[in-house]
């Protein structure tokens, strides 16, 4: 059920939390399915929702740094600097986990991701959790697994009908892609995902660029080859490669989805087109909504222009590769 993120909707979904059920709710990166991440049983019921396999590990989000060094063991000093910095914000850092810490967060691992989010929604949800004794809530993106994240409320209810004690409408999701996570499990932080923290503004904190994320780095959320993907076939295409095909359009009476930035759509064009943002935080920010609209026209295939491949579009494309790569 959507109900309006008001004080008294956010104090029920802190009760149902509480309670061991499920919440949805915005933050500033995409909508997250949230339980208590101490009550095991809770998080049973995420991942049966979700369809998530036992072995990938949630994100936790808490209020504070303060908070999030209660749920690691260790916090490395780079880590402390990158939180400063950026939390509250689309960061995640993962982080050797504490004494107590259970397994369903963690994937069976020795690290824990945690966040702490600025979405003004998510931060009244997390003091009204604590005010109840509650502390973490883990909350991976609201939706099925593997599928395009949500950057609405109805997006979430579009996949979960039913299935969430209520979902907290704080409107569109201002970034919409999912945080930056950085592995700080080891003597150098490693970019697992970026997001909308860049590696030029992660270097600028620690005075070095984070390193590539080798072979024994922990398994984090939204990192499989294949992820954010439409029930639609999906290509990416370059523009040059987008163009021959539209010559051709896929075959007779074949329907193709088009999603483009800087191509324009051809006379003779007869299937669905949609044009992206050409600026890389708007073009993030339409994403998941452009490929839930696409993959809802049932087409036989939905070809995706290839964006650039500047430093500001690093996101979009890691996306765009995942949400493609059966294609």
Known sequence: MIVPATPESVAAAA????????????????????????????????????????????IVHVASKQIAMRWARAFPAFAGALADA?????????????????????????SVGLRVPAHPVARALLAAFAALGGEGIAAPSANRFGRISATTAQHVADDFDGEVALILDGGRCAHG???????C???????????????????QVLGQAPRAAHDDAPRASGT????????????????????????????PRAHIAVLAHSLTQPP?????????????????????????????????????????????????NDRLRRATSRG
């Open 15 to 58: 009760r149902a939390l509480r309670d061991g059920a499920l919440v949805a709710f915005p933050t500033e990166t995409v909508y997250g399915l949230g339980a208590d991440a101490s009550n095991g049983d809770a998080l049973q019921r995420l991942f049966a929702a979700k369809g998530r396999p036992a072995e990938h590990p949630v």
């Open 86 to 110: 950026f939390w509250p914000g689309p960061l995640t850092l993962i982080l050797p986990r504490a004494e107590g810490v259970i397994d369903q967060v963690t994937g069976g691992q020795d």
């Open 177 to 183: 892609l999912e945080s930056t996570i950085v592995d």
């Open 185 to 203: 499990t080891h003597a150098e932080p490693a970019l697992l995902r970026p997001g909308a923290i860049g590696i030029e503004q992660i270097a």
């Open 224 to 251: 499989l080859a294949t992820h954010y993907a439409p029930q639609t076939r999906s290509r990416m295409l370059s523009r040059d490669a987008l163009r021959d095909a539209l010559a051709h359009q896929g075959g």
């Open 268 to 316: 003779s064009f007869e299937g669905t087109w949609f044009d992206a943002p050409t600026e890389s935080a708007l073009y993030a920010h339409h994403l998941y909504a452009n490929l839930r609209a696409l993959d809802a026209r049932e087409a036989d295939e939905i070809w995706i222009e290839a964006p650039p491949d500047g430093p500001d579009w690093v996101a979009v």
